[in-house]
């Protein structure tokens, strides 16, 4: 996590400057974690511990765990309120994504599978994409991290990848290592809006 918190320090996005992040109590991640299908994986722990959250107006929203319960607690009253990715995509767009809301593309069964397989707990946009799409840092029951990409236009694209991860699992992937691929694009040295 030290590298993580050095290129916070040193990052110098040309959207947004990084905002401080609470770091987590022992408290507040057992309360978050109440929240989520799957056990928290012991780096995310250390992530909230000692870093928070990665959070900018409009790039990051990485979130601290005392957002992240923020959050939750805003979308308690709608159908699709959990920390699962297909949940959190329609978070991202306002609670408003039909795709998934009237299971265009999955079934309920389907949503309701993969969100608990697959909690997030953040995400990221890039102005080039014209803000049309996120990319969503989401991890599974063995404490692996990937990083799934949506745009609004190819939501059956993320589908497709989604039902293949059920089956398959997440690559053995840690959360630094997703963290410093998502900083790498947001600088524009790998980024896919190029």
């Known amino acids: 996590m030290q590298e993580i918190k050095n290129r916070i320090a040193l990052c110098e996005l040309e959207y947004d400057e990084i905002q401080e992040s609470t770091l987590a109590s022992d408290e ?52 699709h309120n959990s920390t699962g990715i297909i949940d959190m995509i329609i978070a991202f767009w306002g609670n408003d994504r039909p795709e998934f809301q009237e299971y265009k593309f999955l ?28 990319e969503y840092v989401i991890f599974d029951k063995n404490g692996n991290f990937a990083n799934i990409y949506c745009h609004q236009d190819k939501i059956k694209s993320t589908v497709n990848q989604l039902l293949g991860l059920l089956e398959s699992g997440l690559p053995g992937r840690s959360l630094e290592n997703v963290l410093e691929e998502l900083f790498e694009r947001a600088e524009g040295n790998l980024s896919r809006w190029d």
Do not use: H
């Not at 299908?37 to 900018?56: A, H, N, R, V």
């Open 28 to 79: 507040e991640i057992q309360e978050l974690a109440s929240y989520f299908t799957q056990p928290l994986p012991k780096e995310l722990i250390t992530f909230y511990k000692t870093i928070g959250g990665i959070e900018s107006d409009e790039t990051f929203s990485i979130f601290s765990v005392e957002n992240l319960l923020n959050q939750i607690q805003e979308r308690t009253n709608l159908k």
């Open 107 to 134: 079934t309920e069964e389907q949503t309701q599978k993969i969100n608990e397989a697959f909690p997030c707990i953040g995400w990221m946009m890039s102005e080039e994409d014209i803000n049309e799409s996120g």
